[in-house]
């Protein structure tokens, strides 16, 4: 299976903040990540596919980059909206997921 | 509106077997690949089984392998979980999710609200 690692697993920030989260897969997986956003009692959302496309509908305050084996999830400015869990997601081979960053102001 | 209504979820003690299904509406259910993945209490997303558009191929995570077996009925766009010889481990809420594929395990764009499995005796 390829493990994939996110940092930090929690971080506290404010309205207005850039936010950064990364994801580190354990072998390449090119550009087969993506990631999603959940927040209590509610489905898990797609936010960007394929590393950096962003979904349908989905801010464009999200975004995603990296290749290979790192990359990066950024929020441009936190809204109180954002809060919730965002979890990275390999699909080179059978899916996983990352353990998870819980975001919270 | 695209929309997939998990169901079947209960009490179940140890060994014992559930079936759930997933009914998919608003979209053209046999062109998509569709998966299950479930979140443990307190923990994070699993992957847990994963089945083409025409069902002749499936996937399982090494977890729930010869244990779980997923199928899809599209004269009803349904989607099925049977679990059997349930642990505790398998205590979660099962989501049934959308992939934008007719074949490949890729990304997940519409999931459903989830059912809830809990394994205890």
């Known amino acids: 299976d390829i493990q994939m690692t996110q940092s930090p697993s929690s971080l506290s920030a404010s309205v207005g903040d850039r936010v950064t989260i990364t994801c580190q897969a354990s072998?390449?997986?090119?550009?087969?990540l993506n990631w999603y956003q959940k927040k209590p009692g509610k489905p898990p959302k797609l936010l960007i596919y394929?590393?950096?496309t962003l979904a349908t509908g989905v801010p464009s305050r999200f975004s995603g980059s990296g290749s290979g084996t790192d990359f990066t999830f950024t929020i441009s400015s936190l809204q109180p909206e954002d809060i919730a869990t965002y979890y990275c997601?390999?699909?080179?081979?059978?899916?996983?997921f990352g353990q998870g960053t819980r975001l919270e102001i | 509106e695209v929309q997939l209504v998990e169901s079947g979820g209960g009490l179940i003690h140890p060994g014992g077997s559930l079936r759930l299904s997933c009914a998919a509406s608003?979209?053209?259910?046999?062109?998509?690949?569709m998966s299950w993945v479930r979140q443990a209490p307190g923990e994070g997303l699993q992957w847990v089984s994963h089945?083409?558009?025409?069902?002749?191929?499936?996937y399982y995570a090494d977890s729930v392998k010869g244990r779980f077996t997923i199928s899809r009925d599209s004269s009803k766009s349904t989607l099925f979980l049977q679990m059997d010889s349930l642990r505790a481990e398998d205590t979660a809420l099962y989501y049934c999710?959308?992939?934008?594929?007719?074949?490949?395990?890729?990304?997940?764009?519409?999931w459903g609200l989830g059912t809830m499995v809990t394994v205890s005796s």
């Open positions: 089945i083409s558009a025409t069902g002749g191929s499936t």
């Open positions: 608003g979209f053209t259910f046999s062109n998509y690949a």
């Open positions: 394929d590393a950096s």
């Open positions: 999710a959308k992939t934008p594929d007719y074949e490949a395990l890729s990304v997940f764009d519409i």
């Open positions: 997601q390999q699909y080179d081979s059978l899916p996983t």
């Open positions: 072998q390449d997986i090119s550009d087969y």
